[in-house]
C-alpha cells in the first residue's frame, strides 16, 4: 500500500529540478544566480523560525510577486 502525498524521494527530486536554480544545491543561495535573483536562504535559522510551513507552502502554491519573483509550482 502506497502512503499518501509525496514521498522524500520524490521532494528532492522536486527540489534539484526545480529549486536549486535560486536556492542553491544546499538551499543557502550563495551562488551567483541564487545571488542574482534573491533566493531565500533556507539554511538562516532566523528566517526558518520566523517562517511557518502553512507560509512556504503558500509561496509554492502561488508563487511570488505574481509569479515574477518566483513561479508557482
Not at 526545480?18 to 536556492?23: A, F, L, Q, V
Request: contains cysteine.
Amino acid at each position: 500500500m502506497a502512503a499518501d502525498g509525496p514521498q522524500p524521494k520524490d521532494l528532492r527530486l522536486f527540489y534539484q529540478q526545480h529549486c536549486t536554480r535560486c536556492h542553491g544545491a544546499d538551499g543557502a543561495a550563495r551562488d551567483a544566480a541564487g545571488k542574482d535573483l534573491r533566493g531565500q536562504d533556507f539554511t538562516n535559522a532566523q528566517w526558518l523560525e520566523g517562517t511557518s510551513d502553512e507560509k512556504m507552502t503558500k509561496v509554492i502554491l502561488k508563487g511570488k510577486f505574481f509569479g515574477l519573483a518566483m513561479p508557482a509550482f
